[in-house]
């Protein structure tokens, strides 16, 4: 289910140019959530980082509201 929180940080997202990279592993769920509702995909090229683009239904979702 969508929370109100996951619309503001796809907006966060997108205004910063659609990308997002996470240096360690705090703030990974909040990312994570998106991901499952597809309006991101991540990329972990190691154990700590992690990497975050908005896919086309994330953008539609950020316009939506």
């Known amino acids: 289910m969508v929370q109100p929180d996951d619309f503001k940080l796809i907006r966060e997202i997108v205004a910063a140019g659609g990308h997002k990279k996470t240096v360690d592993e705090l ?20 154990g700590t980082d992690a990497s975050y683009w908005a896919t086309e ?4 979702a950020d316009s939506r509201f």
Do not use: F, H, I, M
């Open 27 to 46: 703030d990974r769920p909040k990312y994570q959530r998106l991901v499952e509702l597809g309006w991101l995909k991540a990329s972990s090229p190691n």
């Open 57 to 60: 239904r994330g953008r539609a």
